[in-house]
Structure formats: C-alpha cells, structure tokens
C-alpha cells in the first residue's frame, strides 16, 4: 500500500471538508469519495457497485451511511457495506493523519 498525501495538515481537511458533505477525490486516477463526519475522515471508492452512480452526489443519512444519489443504496462508511446487502461491498481507504498531513493508503 502507498500511502499518498490528500491535504498539508488535519486543520487543512477541517477548513475543505464539510460535515457530511460528500466530495469527489482523484487520486493516481481513482476516483474517491471523501466524507468527514464525527471527527473521522472516511474514504471509499466513488462508483456506486450497484449501477455505478457517482457517490458523491450522494447524502449522509441519520444513521451516517452514504446514500447513493441514483437508487437510494445505503452504504457503511466504514465497512463499505451496503446497509441491505443488495449490492457488493465498497472499496474502503485508509485514512492517516499525522504532523506532516492528512494521507490516504492506497
Ligand atoms: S447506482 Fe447506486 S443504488 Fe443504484
């Protein structure tokens, strides 16, 4: 795994990233979704795997899970879980943040 930096210091993420807000990442031509909530900042892979629709364009529900914009699939931040298992799991990054910036594991 490679571990590439996404932003020069946590409080740069703070300022960029909005709570619950979903934002599309391009990363070594990946494309990711970021989400910052509770404090934590989780990244998945950004097509959805039941159509792939762009989650990004996707909410956070009451429960935290990304809902995908095109059939309402609800997806574990964490687990890349899809809430009903209708569709596959999603890919999930890693996150690090340290002095020297935010990373992701790629
Ligand atoms: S494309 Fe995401 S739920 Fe259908």
Known sequence: MEWI???ESS????EVLKENHPRLLMVREKRICIVKREGKIYAVQNSCTHS????HLGTINFKGELVCPQHQYQFNLKTG???SQRSADLECYPIRESDDGVFIGI
């Open 5 to 7: 930096k996404i932003f």
């Open 81 to 83: 879980r899809e809430n």
């Open 52 to 55: 792939a629709g762009s989650l």
């Open 11 to 14: 409080s740069r993420a703070e």
